[in-house]
Nanobody, 122 residues
Framework: QLQASGGGPVQAGGSLRLSCAAS????????MGWFRQVPGKEREFVGGINQNGDRSYYADSVEGRFTISRDNAKNTAFLDMISLKAEDTAVYYC?????????????????WGQGTQVTVSS
């Protein structure tokens, strides 16, 4: 089970950290992904991190501004967002999958958190 948190309102140019807490003892064997969705649009891939945290991959739209990390000892993944823009406004979801590797397609993920709203005002 995944629990995303940390969303909220923020001004453009500001920063925010989202957390994704996982229950269970297999967190270290899961690769993690972050997605986001705005009303009327498909959910889009933001970034992902591999099982041990030494590799990550990001969508072009967030590259250089967002950073994904994880603490396997605490069963938690993080999405650090800086230089936020109004177009980053969305519901953010964390997801996990057992298969190796970072993948951008949401259908490849096995577990999903409930989403946390990020609202960036300009």
């Amino acid at each position: 089970q995944l629990q995303a948190s940390g969303g909220g309102p923020v001004q453009a140019g500001g920063s925010l950290r989202l957390s994704c807490a996982a229950s269970g003892r297999t967190f270290g064997s899961l690769s993690m992904g972050w997605f986001r969705q705005v009303p009327g649009k498909e959910r889009e891939f933001v970034g992902g991190i591999n099982q041990n945290g030494d590799r990550s991959y990001y969508a072009d739209s967030v590259e250089g501004r967002f950073t994904i990390s994880r603490d396997n000892a605490k069963n938690t993944a993080f999405l650090d967002m800086i230089s936020l823009k109004a177009e980053d406004t969305a519901v953010y979801y964390c997801a996990a999958k057992a298969a190796l590797g970072i993948r951008t397609k949401e259908g490849l993920y096995d577990y999903w958190g409930q989403g946390t709203q990020v609202t960036v005002s300009s």
